[in-house]
């Protein structure tokens, strides 16, 4: 929800004749809301104007990475709006909140998958160093339903992320991906 200062802002953009597109609106609405959370789906859409800054978000968290609870993923309106978020120095996440709404604070980040990245990951799997996630090789089913992955395989992950940094190249001319997630801060949860 919306506070009243977010509210305002928005509608003197409307008022001043100005166009804005939802990302601004969501980045205005999100630096305007102190200490209220934002919801998963509007982090999304304005994820590239907030990238590098502090964020309070909400959303049902649906997978706690079974591998030292070091990731959760929070899911908003449906599972294609989904952010993972690292527990960085808080150590880990309590298992406990899965199925829970919580309420993270941290820094969102962008990390982007480019040719020299997917480069890299082929070496890895090529000497076998690659840091195994999930129960396979292939990688954790959170992670990928978060990227918006449907291969099965690291070698079909690899091509369909050359397939989307050519598609994106071309329309948009940036020759890479950005995925985002959050650097938790703190967190809380109901139990």
Known sequence: MMSATAFLLLLAG????????KAESTAAAAEAAVGEA??????????????????WIEGVCTHACKH???????????????????????GKFDPQCVGSIVRVKGIL????????YLHSWEEQVRTQAGEQHGTTAAGCDSEKKARGET?????GRI???RRKIAERNAAEGKPYLSFYFVEAQSYEFDR
């Not at 934002?38 to 982090?43: A, K």
């Open 159 to 161: 091509a369909d992320f």
């Open 109 to 116: 980040r962008e990390q982007r998958v480019d040719e020299d």
């Open 38 to 55: 934002l919801q998963i789906d509007d982090l999304l859409a304005g994820a590239d104007s907030l990238a590098g800054k502090e964020v």
């Open 151 to 155: 291969a099965a395989t690291v070698e």
């Open 68 to 90: 030292g609870a070091r990731k959760i993923f929070l899911m908003g309106s449906d599972d294609t709006q989904t952010i993972r978020v690292e527990s960085g120095k808080l």
């Open 14 to 21: 409307v008022g001043c004749g100005n166009r804005t597109t």
